[in-house]
């Protein structure tokens, strides 16, 4: 179930190798591992793609694609779970990532309300609002984003690996009550 569900939305190998703006990175698209819908993959990807999706802007695709082939992780579901972050689930993550930080760092810089600092007036404004609100928590952030980052792959992996164990089990068991059903 989870592969079938999965390869309708994912691209295939062959479409991706045959896009003419890709055609460059052929050869380092040629491992099996990057395509294929197994336990392992996809729990890899989903790890890589939790842990560089807290990487802000449009950067993040890039790297969770470079990171998947690195460590021959499913690639299309490593560049798919970074849109965990969102303009309504970035600034949420990015306290809790300062909040960590500050925890291990011990040190706070004087922001004096973490919530409300960050306020842009138009859409327009958002951006540079929040670039500067990023800029302005410092040391605390950089060393938490990682970290917040590193907690939430290692999560994401065991939960991927749990899940797809649970359904095979699942599968398993219903095959074997037909089997018991048509003795």
Same mark, same amino acid.
């Given at each position: 179930?989870?592969?079938?569900?999965?390869?309708?939305?994912?691209?295939?190998?062959?479409?991706?190798?045959?896009?003419?703006?890709?055609?460059?990175?052929?050869?380092?698209?040629?491992?099996?591992?990057?395509?294929?819908?197994?336990?392992?993959?996809?729990?890899?990807?989903?790890? /890589?793609?939790? =842990? #560089?999706? %807290?990487?802000?802007? !449009?950067?993040?695709?890039?790297?969770?694609? @470079?990171? +998947?082939?690195?460590?021959?992780?499913?690639?299309? /579901?490593?560049? =798919? #779970?970074? %849109?965990?972050?969102? !303009?309504?689930?970035?600034?949420?993550?990015? @306290?809790? +990532?300062?909040?960590?930080?500050?925890?291990?760092?011990?040190?706070?810089?004087?922001?004096?309300?973490?919530?409300?600092?960050?306020?842009?007036?138009?859409?327009?404004?958002?951006?540079?609002?929040?670039?500067?609100?990023?800029?302005?928590?410092?040391?605390?952030?950089?060393?938490?984003?990682?970290?917040?980052?590193?907690?939430?792959?290692?999560?994401?992996?065991?939960?991927?690996?749990?899940l797809w164990r649970l359904h095979v089990v699942i599968q398993w068991r219903r095959r074997q009550k037909?089997?018991?059903?048509?003795?």
């Amino acid at each position: 179930m989870p592969r079938k569900y999965l390869r309708k939305f994912l691209p295939s190998a062959h479409s991706v190798k045959n896009h003419r703006h890709l055609r460059l990175f052929v050869p380092v698209l040629r491992h099996p591992n990057l395509w294929h819908l197994n336990r392992h993959s996809v729990a890899g990807g989903v790890a /890589v793609g939790l =842990f #560089t999706g %807290l990487i802000p802007g !449009p950067v993040q695709m890039i790297f969770a694609a @470079i990171f +998947a082939i690195v460590f021959r992780v499913n690639l299309p /579901v490593a560049v =798919f #779970t970074t %849109l965990y972050t969102n !303009p309504l689930t970035f600034v949420p993550l990015y @306290i809790a +990532a300062y909040k960590i930080g500050a925890f291990v760092t011990g040190k706070s810089n004087s922001v004096q309300n973490l919530y409300t600092e960050f306020q842009a007036e138009s859409l327009a404004d958002w951006v540079p609002s929040f670039f500067n609100w990023v800029a302005s928590l410092g040391t605390p952030l950089l060393v938490g984003i990682p970290i917040l980052g590193a907690i939430l792959s290692v999560c994401g992996y065991f939960l991927a690996q749990g899940l797809w164990r649970l359904h095979v089990v699942i599968q398993w068991r219903r095959r074997q009550k037909r089997v018991r059903r048509q003795m």
